[in-house]
């Protein structure tokens, strides 16, 4: 560690200190503490907790000014941008960030959307949405994105550029992820078995002191050394609920995180789209939905109550609120693994039990996290079954487990207000570990069950749409007319869907992977940067100023004012109009009861890969519009071969070259007029393979173009280098016009092409303004632990990787015996 990191280090704990920000027993262990003898832990959730309230005066406080300098900056080369003083003399705008779930994955990538819209950062302003973050009210987190959450946050809101600038291999700083938490001392032994006694002891004392435990408080505890490497034991005592005395946030400097987990029901293995879903705040612990409609005052998780009143008058239990559990509550995937039905894990989670829950009692449940004493235990705030409330204790699973992989639903609620809400989509839907909009369909549904039935989501079109259009690959915007949202319970807030794909690295990481190297960080971090920019604004130059017109439209609609011409533009450009595109129909829907309507029918949750009995051939023709930039360049020949011990080979390749009817439009676009197309048809044959060839084993070999760019392996210290010349990423993007319905994408993140599972090389990605500061070699990080692809989607779902790997993980349970 260098001496600028000793001084970090020291001030952070200088800063815990305080604010008295350890639990009462100086340990992991929670404690009694005095509360008042009158005291009800429970409020209604029939609006926002007054605490809640009351500092988001003092956020857009900050807010107002942050906003209105990025929309002054945003909307500068509009013809008229009077539009922004116009809502500032009247409101502010409220903006929200949802961080999506994907294990490092989606850390990664989110820390690079969120370092574009961070001032912070080096070269934000100048080539990315500056000055964004710093307008923000709320951050949402659930899974792998309440890792980023969870670090940013309780690290004093520390910024992605912090983090990157203490950035090394092997010296145990924010997200040193070059030994896997399975081996976290790597060679140094003693390190790694000090770590394990350490977290052993902190449960053992917990147990002991009358509280549950299970393997989610060992998962917790293990992640801590990442997060928070220069507090003791990895934060081992660091409180949640303590964030509301740090200087940072009592003046609204920072936004308010809310975290999510989802409650699973006494004598149920699983949760799905039905299930409760628990908020965590500074303030609260809680849930809107109708089976607890109830919140809890955060600083006294853990006291035992009757209907919010502790049974020992005056005695509460502080602590219980330990960062690192809670966060293990938003991101606990153990549950999926252990009710799998494969005799491997069962084996291996066995073998984590005797390692780190000897001796304690688990009342059966190791694998979830146990909220006990029940918090709302004997509350009648409930409107539905009241099975939770009943049971005297609470297990917490990863929030994104149901498919709700993006934390939209605590930045939906209507008691908040907000009129924007960012999103990124890390989600492992296909097989090669990109989306195709799961998230969104899931949580469009959700609120059309009983559960769900106080919650608002724009009108989002099936998951085949979603792909047909390249929503999936490119930014959109939906619910961009409130007009069109009035069937619903009340008028959501527009949302900016930013889904993972690959600009100048492969992003399509397994969650499995445990082990990055400095180089992966980075490369990883920075296609965040430019997923959120859209390639440092070379895909589309107006980018910026059409994300100011995201954030003013709710405003904007409600107080009547004109809409600029840019802004229509943009909404033509991004807005999804209502265009149903998949096998069965091409439609536009022109009223949102229709939208429902046709929407809700045409959803579908199931994978979009099939297989049937014996091969077959499907034949998908297809036309792309694209930029004329590309006339007779030759397009990138991907090959897909299929191999099968007992059945024949096939393969399939395609190789095209694009010629402009009239290629002088090219020289256009080069200088500016990018808005001249071509349109290319091509015929894409599909081999399917027999459900009964359980053994074999797809590869894709893509190829770039031919004029492939070289990697620059220098670092600076910003993100982008300003370029403002036309991309030649390999994926030959155009701006998406997800409005009229046509795919003006393009093979936007090779999908047909270029996957960087765990262990393969990537292609390389070519950029013209590539993030310098991460500008590193594009490979994908080796496979050096549990390689088990895990859809988030679906807990079901998930596999091992081949032989070696099924050894690597019995290995990596023997280290534990």
């Known amino acids: 560690?260098?001496?600028?990191?000793?001084?970090?280090?020291?001030?952070?704990?200088?800063?815990?200190?305080?604010?008295?920000?350890?639990?009462?027993?100086?340990?992991?262990?929670?404690?009694?503490?005095?509360?008042?003898?009158?005291?009800?832990?429970?409020?209604?959730?029939?609006?926002?907790?007054?605490?809640?309230?009351?500092?988001?005066?003092?956020?857009?406080?900050?807010?107002k000014d942050a906003l209105k300098s990025f929309l002054d900056r945003a909307t500068a080369k509009f013809s008229d941008n009077s539009l922004v003083d116009s809502i500032f003399s009247s409101a502010t705008p409220r903006v929200g960030f949802a961080s999506c779930g994907g294990g490092y994955r989606a850390m990664f990538v989110d820390a690079g959307v969120v370092a574009a819209m961070d001032e912070r950062t080096v070269g934000a302003n100048e080539n990315g949405l500056g000055g964004l973050l710093q307008g923000i009210a709320y951050i949402s987190g659930s899974s792998g994105g309440s890792f980023f959450t969870t670090t940013v946050t309780y690290n004093n809101w520390t910024s992605v550029q912090d983090i990157i600038n203490q950035m090394k291999d092997g010296d145990h700083s924010i997200w040193d992820l070059s030994q896997s938490p399975l081996n976290p001392g790597g060679s140094d032994t003693e390190y790694t078995n000090e770590l394990f006694a350490n977290i052993t002891e902190s449960i053992q004392l917990k147990n002991e002191a009358g509280f549950d435990v299970s393997l989610a408080d060992a998962w917790g505890l293990s992640y801590g050394y990442y997060f928070f490497p220069s507090l003791p034991r990895g934060g081992y005592s660091y409180q949640w609920s303590d964030i509301q005395d740090a200087d940072v946030f009592k003046n609204g400097e920072m936004p308010l995180l809310i975290e999510l987990a989802k409650v699973e029901k006494a004598g149920e293995t699983s949760v799905d789209l039905s299930s409760t879903s628990i908020e965590m705040s500074p303030f609260e612990f809680g849930s809107w939905e109708p089976s607890i409609k109830s919140f809890t005052d955060m600083k006294y998780l853990g006291t035992e109550v009757n209907n919010g009143v502790p049974t020992t008058p005056g005695e509460c239990i502080a602590g219980f609120d330990n960062v690192n559990f809670l966060t293990s509550a938003s991101t606990n995937v153990i549950n999926?693994?252990?009710?799998?039905?494969?005799?491997?894990?069962?084996?291996?989670?066995?073998?984590?039990?005797?390692?780190?829950?000897?001796?304690?009692?688990?009342?059966?449940?190791?694998?979830?996290?146990?909220?006990?004493?029940?918090?709302?235990?004997g509350t009648t705030n409930y409107e539905s079954d009241s099975s939770i409330v009943d049971n005297d204790q609470l297990y917490l699973v990863d929030g994104g487990i149901d498919g709700q992989v993006i934390p939209f639903t605590p930045l939906m609620r209507k008691e908040r207000d907000i009129d924007l809400v960012i999103a990124t989509d890390t989600t492992a839907d296909t097989d090669e570990v990109w989306p195709f909009g799961s998230a969104l369909v899931a949580t469009y549904e959700r609120q059309f069950m009983e559960i769900g039935k106080t919650d608002a989501f724009p009108y989002v079109p099936d998951i085949e749409t979603i792909q047909n259009l390249g929503i999936n690959k490119n930014p959109t915007f939906f619910g961009c007319d409130s007009s069109n949202l009035t069937d619903l319970a009340y008028v959501p807030p527009l949302v900016v869907y930013l889904p993972n794909r690959a600009y100048s690295y492969d992003t399509n990481v397994s969650t499995a992977v445990l082990t990055y190297t400095r180089e992966q960080r980075l490369g990883m971090i920075r296609n965040g940067f430019e997923i959120a920019t859209r390639n440092n604004f070379t895909d589309d130059p107006d980018f910026l100023g059409c994300m100011g017109c995201a954030v003013m439209r709710r405003k904007q609609e409600q107080l009547d004012l004109p809409w600029p011409s840019e802004c229509a533009q943009c909404f033509e450009r991004y807005c999804w109009n209502g265009t149903i595109s998949n096998s069965d129909t091409t439609s536009i829907v022109s009223s949102s009861s229709a939208n429902a309507t046709s929407t809700s029918t045409g959803i579908s949750s199931a994978s979009a890969n099939s297989t049937s009995e014996g091969f077959?051939?499907?034949?998908?023709?297809?036309?792309?519009?694209?930029?004329?930039?590309?006339?007779?360049?030759?397009?990138?020949?991907?090959?897909?071969?299929?191999?099968?011990?007992?059945?024949?080979?096939?393969?399939?390749?395609?190789?095209?070259?694009?010629?402009?009817?009239?290629?002088?439009?090219?020289?256009?676009?080069?200088?500016?007029?990018?808005?001249?197309?071509?349109?290319?048809?091509?015929?894409?044959?599909?081999?399917?393979?027999?459900?009964?060839?359980?053994?074999?084993?797809?590869?894709?070999?893509?190829?770039?173009?031919?004029?492939?760019?070289?990697?620059?392996?220098?670092?600076?210290?910003d993100f982008s280098s300003g370029s403002s010349g036309e991309s030649s990423n390999s994926e030959g993007t155009s701006n998406n016009s997800a409005s009229n319905g046509s795919e003006k994408s393009g093979n936007s993140n090779g999908s047909n092409g270029s996957n960087a599972s765990a262990g393969s090389n990537a292609s390389n990605k070519i950029t013209s303004s590539a993030a310098t500061i991460l500008q590193v070699t594009t490979s994908a990080p080796s496979s050096t632990g549990v390689s088990v692809v895990l859809n988030e989607n679906n807990g079901a779902s998930f596999s091992v990787s081949g032989m070696l790997t099924v050894v690597t993980i019995l290995l990596a349970g023997l280290q534990f015996m």
């Open 1 to 63: 560690m260098q001496f600028a990191d000793y001084v970090a280090a020291a001030a952070f704990l200088s800063y815990l200190s305080a604010v008295n920000a350890w639990s009462p027993t100086n340990s992991y262990t929670p404690g009694k503490v005095e509360c008042d003898a009158d005291v009800n832990l429970i409020r209604k959730a029939d609006g926002l907790a007054p605490a809640e309230a009351e500092w988001l005066v003092k956020r857009e406080a900050n807010t």
């Open 336 to 377: 999926t693994l252990y009710n799998s039905g494969s005799g491997m894990y069962t084996s291996m989670i066995n073998s984590f039990k005797s390692k780190f829950l000897p001796n304690v009692t688990t009342v059966g449940h190791i694998d979830v996290n146990i909220a006990a004493p029940n918090p709302f235990k």
């Open 616 to 717: 077959s051939t499907i034949h998908f023709e297809t036309s792309t519009t694209i930029p004329c930039d590309e006339c007779e360049q030759p397009q990138p020949t991907v090959m897909t071969t299929t191999i099968e011990e007992d059945c024949s080979d096939s393969a399939t390749q395609v190789a095209t070259m694009i010629e402009c009817e009239e290629c002088e439009e090219a020289e256009a676009y080069r200088s500016g007029s990018y808005n001249h197309y071509t349109t290319r048809t091509s015929l894409t044959t599909t081999t399917e393979i027999c459900e009964e060839c359980e053994e074999a084993k797809a590869t894709s070999v893509p190829s770039t173009y031919s004029n492939n760019g070289n990697n620059n392996n220098n670092e600076a210290n």
